[in-house]
T-cell receptor
Framework: DTGVSQDPRHKITKRGQNVTFRCDPI?????LYWYRQTLGQGPEFLTY????????KSRLLSDRFSAERPKGSFSTLEIQRTEQGDSAMYLC?????????????????FGEGSRLTVL | EDKVVQSPLSLVVHEGDTVTLNCSYE??????LLWYKQEKKAPTFLFMLTSSGIEKKSGRLSSILDKKELFSILNITATQTGDSAIYLCAVVVASGGSYIPTFGRGTSLIVHP
């Protein structure tokens, strides 16, 4: 399967622990996004990478959150000192660049998500 | 702040009904609008709309964009129980060299047999 894969699919942790999620995008996609989704809400943007550069970060991304994409391939999202409010589904998505420079974006392909429960 | 509003938030219909889902937006630097279907897993892509008035169609689903009035609709005709899902609308805005999709809350559609 050559889709977006995320690991782990489920994580239960105690408040105060650190967690790390991994995302492997579709191999030819240079754009990678992290979103957070809670029940009854749409995905909320967290951060965006173009190749290895982190170009955008949401205000939602507090200093407890850090994301990396070394070598422009897989990405990790780490949450330090987890809080119960961090419980959510963390979705990763990837896309190709636009067909033409300045042209419309291409669609995002999502992974199955990593569900975090903080006790 | 960019805003994407979907309505209704939930909808319950019977098989065979036709439904219209709405997505309105207020954003700067609009690039495109995306529709996704989300069952109990990752969102799956339905349509991308960039130009006003051009209908996109796939089977019983169709969608159109109005860039003057800043909205899009997703129509589903002859609904089936398999159409039960959350339908998400996302507006892609350009920010520097980045394209960032902003999602609405979604419309939860339940189709009863």
């Amino acid at each position: 399967d050559t889709g977006v894969s995320q690991d782990p699919r489920h994580k239960i942790t105690k408040r105060g622990q650190n967690v790390t999620f991994r995302c492997d995008p579709i191999s030819e996609h240079n754009r990678l996004y992290w979103y957070r989704q809670t029940l009854g809400q749409g995905p909320e943007f967290l951060t965006y990478f173009q190749n290895e550069a982190q170009l955008e970060k949401s205000r939602l991304l507090s200093d407890r959150f850090s994301a990396e994409r070394p070598k422009g391939s897989f990405s990790t999202l780490e949450i330090q000192r987890t809080e119960q409010g961090d419980s959510a589904m963390y979705l990763c998505a990837s896309s190709s660049p636009p067909w033409t420079s300045g042209g419309p974006s291409r669609e995002l392909f999502f992974g199955e998500g990593s569900r975090l429960t903080v006790l | 702040e960019d805003k994407v509003v979907q309505s209704p938030l939930s909808l319950v219909v019977h098989e065979g009904d036709t439904v219209t889902l709405n997505c309105s937006y207020e954003v700067t630097n609009f690039r495109s609008l995306l529709w996704y279907k989300q069952e109990k897993k990752a969102p799956t892509f339905l349509f991308m709309l960039t130009s006003s008035g051009i209908e996109k169609k796939s089977g019983r689903l169709s969608s159109i964009l109005d860039k003057k009035e800043l909205f899009s609709i997703l129509n589903i005709t002859a609904t089936q129980t398999g159409d039960s899902a959350i339908y998400l609308c996302a507006v892609v805005v350009a920010s520097g060299g980045s394209y960032i999709p902003t999602f609405g809350r979604g419309t939860s559609l339940i189709v009863h047999p």
